[in-house]
């Protein structure tokens, strides 16, 4: 199983960045997925989760900034990330849970987690 997350960079403050998390060697569409973030010095995060049949959450401080998506035909995951603000700064994973034991995902019940790739927004 491997989830290729890419898309991370530097951007100013009020710019966009488009994360995506290829899935290979699982049946996607059986998964929910979820963007995790962690920041220096902070623990791992939910930002936001799609389950199969794409309801989505998103956690209080990226609401109405983020939109998570997925491609079931492309196996891959998307987080489109606007309006994107300093403390928006960490390393983003994504990762992948068979049965979504809890609602939100919770990081301890994901199964599979990509490398992270991280997000840097200046002021």
């Known amino acids: 199983v491997q989830l290729q997350a890419s898309g991370g960079g530097s951007e100013q403050a009020g710019g966009s960045l488009r994360l995506s998390c290829a899935v290979s060697g699982l049946t996607f569409s059986r998964y929910s997925m979820g963007w995790f973030r962690q920041a220096t010095g902070k623990e791992r995060e939910i930002v936001a989760c799609?389950?199969?049949?794409?309801?989505?959450y998103y956690t209080d401080s990226v609401k109405g900034r983020f939109t998570i998506s997925r491609d079931n035909a492309k196996n891959t995951v998307y987080l489109q990330m606007n309006s994107l603000k300093p403390e928006d700064t960490a390393v983003y994973y994504c990762?992948?849970?068979?049965?979504?034991?809890?609602?939100?995902?919770?990081?301890?019940?994901?199964?599979?987690w990509g490398k992270g790739t991280l997000v840097t927004v200046s002021s």
């Open positions: 799609i389950n199969r049949g794409g309801s989505t």
């Open positions: 990762a992948a849970d068979d049965y979504a034991h809890t609602w939100p995902l919770s990081a301890s019940d994901m199964d599979y």
